[in-house]
């Protein structure tokens, strides 16, 4: 269609498509539409690896195939369709796999986030039911409103937050998800308190993220637990005040961290995506006054069973998606924060790679080796 006497084509680009369960990505030559009304079609200047993506690789997280995976990113506007009021060719953005679209009760609420809007159940289209990618004849699914393993992307208006034009594509990208989901799930969600105890499992770039957010909140104790010890030495050089293995340990994780800080935790943060660590997790924080945020990612149709006991005594069981923020209104506000140095996401950053390389940036994550990948265009 034409907007403002503006013809706007089918783009040709460059994506990484996965067309079935447990196969790498694949590098092709697909087709992306115009906007629609109320859509934005931009272009990614930089897009980060996380965990997420893996497990629609895995099949942990239900998705269609084929499919354009990728949720952490910045670009540039390139086009947009009609109605869009938000945003213009040229903006720098953020998408939003996290949609805020102010109308929804979720949006409407002071402490909601969880717009109706979002992709929970992996739909794969945007909000007309259609999808914008084609490639080799067949139409690619979109993932949770974004996409971002390809040069350019449709996203509705709803999941688009325009951002400040000096912000570095390659670092702000962590803000559209890893950063923002661990920092948030403790300065919003847990609202941790200055001298309180904390306990992150998980040290990946997410869980170091809530080591930021403990450490900014003011927590005077911060352990951080990970099986993969080489995540200790990133853990403490962001906040963590001492880590610890489960391997290493012979009772149970709740005992030994009850024992190492006399009984004191207030709170912990399951950060993996593990049924076994998310009781590990309620059980290892005050039976009385605790509270736990399970942050990881559930694994689909999965079921878990915990002794009630656990609830029973007082303890608070809470979760939450981005870290809680609403996105359209706080992802420029976190980046404005950003470029005023209030935080520093540089040690998030272990691996910068030209896009092409997408396989060997899934290879570092299954290593072990990377926090998180940057992806570069
Ligand atoms: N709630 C949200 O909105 C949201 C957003 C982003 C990511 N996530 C989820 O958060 C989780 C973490 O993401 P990430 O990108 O940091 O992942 P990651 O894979 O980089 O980090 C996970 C860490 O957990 C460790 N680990 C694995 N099994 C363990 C165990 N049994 N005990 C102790 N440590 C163990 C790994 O060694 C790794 O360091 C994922 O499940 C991801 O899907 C949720
Ligand atoms: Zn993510
Ligand atoms: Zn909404």
């Not at 447990?22 to 590098?27: R, T």
């Not at 992709?119 to 490639?135: N, Q």
């Not at 009630?308 to 608070?316: D, E, I, V």
């Amino acid at each position: 269609g034409a907007f403002q006497g503006r013809p706007v084509q089918v783009i040709k680009c460059k994506a990484a498509v996965l067309w079935e369960q447990n196969k790498p990505f694949s590098i092709e030559e697909i087709e992306v539409a115009p906007p629609k009304a109320k859509e934005v079609r931009i272009k990614i200047l930089a897009t980060g690896i996380c965990r997420t993506d893996d497990h629609v690789i895995k099949g942990a997280m239900v998705s269609k195939f084929p499919v354009i995976v990728g949720h952490e990113a910045t670009g540039v506007v390139e086009s947009i369709g009609e109605g869009v009021t938000t945003v213009k060719p040229g903006d720098k953005v953020i998408p939003l796999f996290l949609p805020q679209c102010r109308e929804c009760n979720a949006c409407r609420n002071p402490d909601g986030n969880l717009c109706i809007r979002s992709d929970v159940t992996g739909r794969g289209v945007l909000a007309d039911g259609t999808t914008r990618f084609t490639c080799r004849g067949r139409p690619v699914h979109h993932f949770m409103n974004t996409s971002t393993f390809t040069e350019y992307t449709v996203l509705d208006e709803s999941s688009v937050a325009k951002i400040e034009a000096a912000a570095p594509p390659e670092k702000v990208c962590l803000i559209g998800c890893g950063f923002s989901t661990g920092y948030g799930a403790a300065v919003k969600t847990a609202k941790v308190t200055p001298g309180s105890t904390c306990v992150v499992f998980g040290l990946g770039g997410v869980g170091l993220s809530v080591i930021m957010g403990c450490k900014s909140a003011g927590a005077s104790r911060i352990i951080g637990i990970d099986l993969n010890k080489d995540k200790f030495e990133k853990a403490m050089a962001v906040g963590a005040t001492e880590c610890l293995s489960p391997k290493d340990c012979t009772k149970p994780i709740g005992e030994v961290l009850s024992e190492m800080t006399g009984n004191t935790v207030n709170y912990s943060f399951e950060v993996i995506g593990r049924l076994e660590t998310m009781v590990d997790a309620l059980a290892s924080c005050h039976m009385n006054y605790g509270t736990s945020v399970v942050v990881g990612a559930p694994p689909s149709a999965k079921m878990l069973t915990y002794d009630p006991m656990l609830l029973f005594t007082g303890r608070t069981w809470k979760g939450c998606v981005f870290g809680g923020w609403k996105s359209r209104d706080d992802v420029p506000k976190l980046v404005t924060d950003f470029l005023a140095k209030k935080f520093d996401l540089d040690q998030l950053i272990t691996h910068v790679l030209p896009f092409k390389d997408i396989n060997k940036g899934f290879e570092l994550l299954y290593s072990g080796q990377s926090i998180r990948t940057v992806l570069t265009f």
